[in-house]
């Protein structure tokens, strides 16, 4: 029998190089710095954990910097010693010893899941009662970029079939030059393919009343996240007066947050990320609710590799709540990778590994060549 009590918890920082520029609403990406977490039991099983943020702290305060002094200072020493398989023991252990810190958690308790499955030679969707799906539908985010890169972009990956739903980065312009680009954008593809958009909270109530009618007459079928993460009220208000679905993200970090939006009536859709709700388990408690409230899931990313990407999928394919499909494109976006075998992403879906914990394997030489010194 494996003894399943955690001897050491180990970070390095990659610096994994994207395939283009990722431009966000307020910095663009060049490369995605990904905290690599790793948790070795006493019988020897490593399993492992990512900590990333899309593009550094901009969008939630953290970063992999961040990440890598709460871990190796905080979290981690009150997991050492404890089982993996003691998850909920060790989230309240780390609630005392770090307050939020979602994504930072979030990495280390990854790792225990996939250190737990792995031990017990079962995939981490097992861990999480099991599949319900083996693939999910996989939309493409582009960067806040002009119209003809954007159109360069979707015709290929449509040609490819890789991708059947696009999802557009707002808020780099001023609204009125953001919101012609999308509109220009949704004529010329003429209803081939479905647009969201994500506007990162960077409008204020009023930009969002005096713009959001456009998107909604141009055929944008679903709005992420306009305005601020705080003001659920205002996105209560927009839900009730336009006639499109909303999707809430910044404004839900926690299962608590997903019960506010659900009492206001806020989205119809939530955006569950593994990192910043702090993990599979808060992950778990979010859909719970949304489902509850009626609110549709959407697995979202926060730009992992394939590690973080996986362990989303393995809960998108547990889970009955996730019925608005996925963004687990993460790894897509990196020039290389540094698993032995990449995820398999066809016919607009991402499709579930087999194989023990998260279904993968690390390419040693890769992780080497990409961590930060
Ligand atoms: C976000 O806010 O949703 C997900 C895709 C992408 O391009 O950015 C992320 C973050
Ligand atoms: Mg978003």
């Given at each position: ?148 890169e954007m159109v360069a972009e979707i015709d ?91 999707m809430a993200d910044e404004s839900v970090q ?120």
């Amino acid at each position: 029998m494996s003894d399943l009590t955690i001897r050491s918890v180990e970070t390095r920082i990659l610096d994994v190089p994207l395939i283009r520029p990722h431009k966000f609403a307020t910095t663009t990406a060049t490369a995605q710095a990904i905290l690599l977490v790793s948790v070795t039991t006493e019988s020897g099983v490593v399993g492992y954990g990512e900590g990333v943020t899309p593009g550094g702290p901009w969008w939630g305060g953290e970063s992999a910097e961040t990440m890598q002094v709460l871990v190796e200072k905080y979290l981690a020493p009150v997991a050492v010693g404890r089982r993996v398989d003691e998850i909920p023991a060790v989230l309240e252990a780390m609630e005392g010893v770090v307050a939020r810190g979602r994504f930072a958690k979030a990495a280390l308790e990854i790792a225990m899941f996939d250190a737990w499955a792995r031990a017990l030679d079962v995939p981490v969707r097992s861990l999480l009662g099991g599949a319900v799906r083996d693939s999910i539908e996989c939309t493409w985010a582009l960067g806040a970029m002009p119209l003809e890169e954007m159109v360069a972009e979707i015709d290929e990956l449509m040609a490819a079939d890789r991708h059947r739903t696009f999802k557009l980065k707002m808020g780099a312009l001023e609204p009125a030059e953001d919101v012609a680009r999308i509109a220009a954008l949704a004529e010329r593809l003429n209803g081939r393919a479905g647009l969201r958009v994500d506007i990162n909270a960077r409008w204020d109530r009023f930009t969002a009343n005096v713009h959001l009618p456009a998107l909604v007459e141009a055929g944008i079928e679903l709005i992420e996240q306009p305005t601020p993460t705080e003001q659920v009220e205002v996105l209560a208000e927009l839900n009730r007066s336009l006639p499109v679905q909303f999707m809430a993200d910044e404004s839900v970090q926690s299962p608590h947050d997903a019960l506010e939006v659900a009492r206001r009536d806020a989205a119809g859709v939530i955006a569950v990320k593994t990192t910043k709700l702090g993990g599979l388990t808060r992950g778990k408690e979010t859909v719970a609710i949304a489902r509850a409230a009626g609110i549709a899931c959407h697995a979202a990313t926060s730009l992992e590799g394939p590690i973080g990407t996986l362990a989303s999928l393995h809960l998108a394919c547990a889970e009955p709540g996730f019925n608005y499909g996925s963004e687990l494109f993460g790894p897509l976006l990196l020039a290389e990778t540094y698993v032995t075998t990449p995820i398999r992403y066809e016919e607009g879906r991402v499709h579930l590994p087999e194989g023990p914990g998260l279904g993968v394997q690390l390419d040693h030489d890769a992780v080497e060549r990409f961590t930060r010194r």
